[in-house]
């Protein structure tokens, strides 16, 4: 994804993870008097992010699902930069029902754990035990300090915790589970680049430069087509002497060749007038040496 917007050119996000959140069943029941092995799950997706990096940088998450598709209403999300866990929603992006943004700050040399869970909060959602919800995860910094690359070593998990039968038991029975997901590069160490930042002034240099070149290049085309104009009644004349419908043309081409004529009738008249057509000042000059050098 690349767009410019108030001068920024942003990179194209780089791909992190699959996710899954899971409000069901661990398996299908499918024998009777096998239900306490097909205990509820609730999973979540945590992802650790370490900037290693002397530059603060500014990341946003794409949270993707399709299939089945993902309800901002029955997920909660979870940042811990500071210590301290700060609760928020996923931001839709606009246009697009199947993706989703999270942005979170993260200062050079520190760490951040972003959680995105299902809303146990909400009793209906764990009666049901039926939310299942699973995507893939993008990254890309956006803040102008991490215009030069940053290391972020990203490790992301999903990490679960399995329901007892009777939630008011004296003594629930509740375990854990906790496994790591592969990244897209195999490993944890991502190098990203920050968005490249264009001052007003230079975008507003190369939008004259990028005018100017098309100015020449219209104006190239338009002479290009003026001299094919320009030739084709010569290309014409060659291959059609007479156009069909050059009658005025022939009239005039007629009217020359009777007044060259004319021309060629009185100059021939004068000669036989005994006028010369040799001018005065073209004739050689004749003397008394000439007239006196003894003939051969």
């Known amino acids: 994804m690349t767009d410019i917007s108030n001068g920024i050119i942003k990179q194209k996000l780089t791909l992190v993870s699959t996710f899954e959140l899971l409000v069901k069943p661990i398996t299908p029941v499918t024998a009777p008097g096998t239900e306490a092995v097909a205990r509820t799950v609730v999973q979540g997706y945590f992802l650790t992010i370490a900037n290693t990096s002397n530059s603060d940088v500014k990341l946003t998450l ?9 309800n901002v209403a029955d997920t909660v999300t979870i940042s811990d930069v500071q210590g301290t866990n700060d609760f928020s929603d996923l931001v839709p992006v606009p246009g697009d029902p199947s993706r989703f943004t999270f942005t979170v700050g993260i200062r050079a040399n520190d760490t951040g754990l972003i959680t995105l869970l299902p809303d146990v909060t909400k009793i209906d959602i764990i009666k049901a035990a039926k939310l299942e919800i699973r995507g893939y995860v993008e990254i890309l910094v956006n803040s102008p300090s991490a215009a030069t690359p940053v290391n972020l070593l990203l490790t992301p998990e999903h990490r679960g915790t399995f329901l007892p039968k009777n939630l008011a038991a004296a003594n629930a029975d509740f375990d854990q589970l906790a496994y790591s997901i592969p990244t897209s590069t195999g490993g944890s160490l991502f190098t ?28 190239e085309k338009v002479q290009a087509e003026k001299v094919q104009v320009e030739k084709l009644p010569e290309l014409d004349q060659l291959a059609n002497p007479i156009p069909v419908d050059g009658a005025n043309d022939l009239q005039r081409l007629i009217g020359l060749m009777a007044q060259r004529l004319d021309q060629i009738e009185q100059q021939t008249a004068n000669g036989q007038n005994g006028q010369s057509f040799i001018q005065a000042k073209e004739r050689p000059s004749v003397g008394q040496q000439v007239v006196n050098q003894p003939k051969n």
């Open 192 to 219: 990203l680049s920050g968005p490249v930042l264009k001052i007003s002034k230079e975008l507003k240099i190369e939008v004259k430069e990028f005018e100017k070149v098309q100015k020449d290049k219209d104006l």
């Open 62 to 70: 794409r949270f993707t699902a399709t299939t089945p598709e993902l």
